[in-house]
């Protein structure tokens, strides 16, 4: 993969892997080295201009319905709600906004319950501006799982937070790994956290 056409940024070249269903895989490296690249090829906001990338057994042309993305900045729009935060991704995306529609209210208490999951039983109707950073951390994975994905990528979601907070995240996530079973892939430069979370560590 290069940026700006053939001659262009190398990004990601020669890589191959595998991270089976239900698997938590790591993807460690240094700055620069094309994680971030790779979890857009995955996710299908990048399509590799050589190579075949497959989830779910179907290969990657377009952006992926069935993964949920959770970013360093966890980018809520201010004017939102936290509740209304987390149920955007069904609002945009054409497969999932009938069914909001018809079942806004089981929408709705899916949201919460995913809040009750991760700590913030009761920060429904707060805006991002009332959360700390590790709880709009937090309100940005129920963003990410709210549409049920088969495969939820973690693109340095912890980067940016304090230890105490970060560890704490780091168990939340575990066990939601652990209820789920979801297939997740988390993107780190920290090789303690991707010890303490992953089944399987890849390293760029």
Not at 89 to 100: A, K, T, Y
Request: with cysteine.
């Amino acid at each position: 993969m290069r940026y700006g056409g053939p001659e262009g940024l190398l990004a990601v070249e020669g890589l191959s892997l595998t991270v089976g269903t239900g698997e938590f895989a790591a993807v460690v490296g240094p700055s620069g080295c094309g994680k971030s690249t790779l979890m857009k090829l995955v996710t299908g906001l990048y399509i590799p201009q050589r190579g075949v990338v497959t989830v779910a057994d179907e290969r990657v042309t377009k952006p992926v319905n069935i993964v949920g993305m959770a970013f360093q900045n966890p980018t809520m729009l201010p004017w939102r709600t936290t509740l209304d935060n987390i149920l955007l991704p069904l609002e945009v995306v054409d497969r999932h906004r009938g069914r909001l529609r018809m079942n806004k209210a089981e929408y709705v208490a899916k949201a919460e319950k995913l809040l009750e999951t991760v700590g913030l039983k009761g920060f429904g109707q707060k805006y991002p501006w009332q959360l700390s950073g590790g709880m709009q951390q937090r309100a940005n994975l129920c963003r990410a799982l709210i549409h049920e994905p088969d495969l939820l990528m973690l693109d340095e979601p912890f980067g940016a937070l304090d230890s105490f907070t970060r560890e704490e995240l780091w168990c939340v996530i575990r066990d939601l790994h652990a209820e789920q079973k979801v297939t997740i892939v988390l993107v780190t430069h920290d090789l303690r956290e991707a010890v303490f979370l992953a089944d399987r560590i890849f390293v760029m």
